[in-house]
């Protein structure tokens, strides 16, 4: 049976090592009969016949990826293409994004009025979606939060916000994958850094160094929040010919980039220098129920502690399950395209990846709206 535009009030991310019976979720769709009966289901289950859809797609994309001629382009010019998206769209983009109180709970733990001197960071600020929503609740005095982005006009349409103030926050540009941590923030300084739709941005051969750049801004025992784009989401099957970087990293319409990840990938990545705490996929079927459309997203999810002094780095587990239900050996490349689904706006993801298409531009949107 289903509830009739049941909002949600219980994670819909299911640890990738939790058992099925693990009980889990506030919309389950056990009835299919009832599935344009609300705008969303969590935890929506795949068949066989989805799978195969998703591996066609990935091949179809594979035989037309971007031409050799324009590949550096988009990696060299990633900053202004982040430039123009945020000049173009301002601050059309900033949502209060009030699930992350249900997925990521600590970071209102820095807001009660007792937390003491607290140290938060937004990486890949955009618009300020984490930023202000945590100052305009804050009970802390000593809370301070730290806003970057790549993109200078990022940074300037938060410093526009009436929100803005210098004595509880700042925000300044830096490239979370350079060479080494802002000057503005001191070494193992931040008790949360917040992570959200940022790593899918950048070329891979740039993660490692990200990573290093995350461990030395945590204070040891500090803690990272992480949402991303998962293999196979509705958002990678939909990109058409001449799209394709290399394996599942795209380039939008736009010239924004971004990656789909799988839960081995976030292990190998994180696993090598914090301690994993969560691991999760959020796997969440979206409804348009006047067109009676379904469109299945894939978001992974995780919390990575820097050790303590003395303490190890690892996964929970020496296995894991990818999103894909496939081994990492044994990946497909993809390609991506700029064939849209129209979506209304109610039932949008609101990241910079499903920004509204134009000149045929992929949508990136990613966040969920309940």
């Known amino acids: 049976m289903s509830v009739v535009n049941e909002k949600k009030r219980k994670s819909s991310s299911r640890d990738v090592n939790a058992p099925a019976s693990t009980p889990f979720g506030g919309r389950i769709l056990e009835d299919e009969s009832a599935v344009f009966e609300q ?32 590949v550096e382009s988009y990696h ?7 430039n ?3 000049a173009k769209n301002e601050n ?26 607290k140290n ?20 802390n005095p000593k809370l301070f939060v730290y806003a970057c982005d790549f993109s200078s ?27 080494d941590i802002p000057p503005e923030v001191e070494p193992e300084s931040m008790d949360v850094l917040v992570l959200i739709f940022v790593l899918s941005a950048l070329h891979p051969d740039r993660w490692e160094q990200a990573m290093n750049n995350l461990y030395k801004l945590l204070k040891p025992g500090g803690l990272i929040v992480f949402r991303d784009y998962g293999r196979y989401d509705m958002a990678q099957l939909r990109f058409k010919k001449n799209r394709l970087l290399s394996d599942n990293f795209y380039v939008r319409g736009d010239g924004t980039r ?84 129209p979506v209304d706006n109610s039932l949008s993801l609101d990241t910079p990846s499903d920004s509204p298409a134009q000149s045929g531009a992929a949508t990136p949107a990613l966040e969920p709206t309940s």
């Open 39 to 70: 705008n969303a289901w969590d935890h929506a289950a795949w068949g066989e016949e989805q799978e195969q859809h998703a591996r066609d797609q990935i091949a179809r994309q594979s035989k037309d990826p971007v031409p050799e001629e324009l």
């Open 76 to 82: 060299s010019e990633a900053a202004e293409y982040w």
């Open 84 to 86: 123009k998206f945020y």
């Open 92 to 117: 059309k983009f900033f949502k209060d994004r009030h699930w992350l109180r249900i997925e990521f709970p600590e970071l209102f733990e820095m807001i009660e009025a007792d937390a003491g001197e």
């Open 120 to 139: 938060v960071m937004e990486i890949g600020c955009g618009a300020g979606n984490t930023m202000f929503p945590m100052l305009i609740e804050s009970k």
């Open 153 to 179: 006009t990022a940074v300037d349409v938060v410093k526009n916000n009436v929100e803005y103030d210098p004595k509880r926050g700042k925000a300044f540009v830096w490239d979370l994958a350079g060479d």
């Open 258 to 341: 971004v990656y789909f990840f799988d839960s081995d990938e976030i292990v190998k990545l994180f696993g090598s220098k914090f301690t994993i705490e969560q691991n999760a996929v959020d796997r969440r079927l979206i409804v348009n129920r006047l067109r009676k459309v379904k469109m299945y997203r894939v978001w992974l999810q995780g919390k990575f502690r820097k050790p303590l002094t003395g303490e190890a780095p690892g996964a929970p587990s020496a296995t894991t399950v990818t999103t894909s239900g496939e081994s990492t050996e044994s990946k497909e490349t993809t390609t991506t395209g700029d064939a849209v689904i």
